[in-house]
């Protein structure tokens, strides 16, 4: 299945099997050692604009952007931020909150067409989110979770996913306008994380034939040498039918590249060779 994401300015992003993997970059958010939280309590766009940058030059084709965080007025921080942002760079954006008035007031900005992410099987989530998509033309990440929490079991993540997808139906919310977070646990947790989340992204696949998203680092949270862990989890989930990965790209871009290469979205290796040479480039500069 393919659809597109547009930015404010009109700048387009096929996202689909047929399309190279699509990096949303992952950075802009409240949480470690960013300084970001800080930021946003005095109101200093500064470095998140810096940080955006950072992520598009970078080779980021979307931005994430979360300021969720105790002590954060979100209302009203989330809209000053994705304004600042959305004036200053040509990137599609994905809004990260479950804060019904805070998505309002932000996707009022026009922001061309946004990804929301994300919405879980709670009826009051749903009824909140789903309608302000519908209403801006935004697509929604959905994620296999409900109130009972995160399901071990791949079929029961994708009795959630069928839930869900038939109250966004209601909703009429098209698929294309659809990506499903298949959801990854760390590996420290469960041996079999990775292969629950593998077998739930093939039956979506099968049964459904929904664009797949998922957080790159989530597998290796608590283990050292995280990146190691992170760049198999990823090359694997792209043979496996992912489309859109949460990260970030100055870590994992080049390893993308290599597992689209060798998933067949790069044809005769055109991309890859070019991204190649331009690290060379920036190498030599």
């Known amino acids: 299945m393919e659809t597109k994401v547009l930015s404010p300015k009109g700048k387009e992003i096929g996202i689909g099997d047929s399309y190279p993997t699509v990096i949303i970059g992952e950075r802009i958010n409240p949480f470690g ?10 109101r200093d766009i500064s470095p998140i604009l810096k ?18 965080a105790f002590g ?40 061309g067409k946004p990804i929301i992410n994300s919405v879980s099987g709670e009826p009051q989530i749903m009824e909140a989110l789903f309608p302000l998509a519908k209403e801006h033309g935004a697509l929604v990440v959905i ?8 399901p071990k079991e791949p079929e029961r993540r994708i009795n959630i996913v069928r839930n869900i997808l038939e109250e966004a139906e209601k ?22 994380a990775a292969l629950n989340t593998f077998e739930t992204m093939r ?31 990823l090359s694997a989930a792209i043979l496996n039918g992912l489309t859109c990965v949460i990260t970030n790209p100055k870590v994992l871009k080049p390893y993308i590249m290599a597992a689209d ?11 890859y060779v070019a991204y190649m ?9």
């Not at 940058?53 to 979360?66: F, P, R, S, T």
């Not at 994620?143 to 995160?150: E, R, W």
């Not at 290469?261 to 991309?271: C, F, H, Q, S, V």
């Not at 040479?277 to 500069?285: D, E, G, I």
């Open 33 to 42: 050692k960013s300084g970001i939280k800080e930021a946003l309590e005095r």
């Open 143 to 150: 994620i296999a979770s409900d109130g009972k929490g995160i």
């Open 203 to 233: 039956k979506i696949k099968e049964k459904w034939g929904l664009n797949l998203i998922l957080g790159a680092s989530n597998i290796s949270y608590g283990l050292p040498m995280r990146n190691f862990i992170n760049v198999v989890f």
């Open 261 to 271: 290469l060798i998933a067949g979205k790069d044809n005769l290796a055109r991309r």
């Open 171 to 192: 909703y009429g919310i098209e698929k294309e306008n659809i990506i499903v977070d298949s959801i990854v646990e760390s590996v420290a947790l469960s041996s079999k």
């Open 51 to 68: 940080i955006a940058e950072e992520q598009i030059a970078d080779g980021a084709d979307i931005l994430n952007v979360n300021v969720g």
């Open 72 to 111: 954060i007025n979100e209302a009203e921080v989330l809209p000053f931020v994705v304004e600042n942002i959305a004036q200053r760079f040509d990137v599609p954006l994905c809004i990260e909150s479950r804060n019904r008035h805070a998505l309002k007031k932000t996707l009022e900005i026009g922001l």
């Open 277 to 285: 040479k331009s690290l060379k480039t920036k190498a030599n500069v």
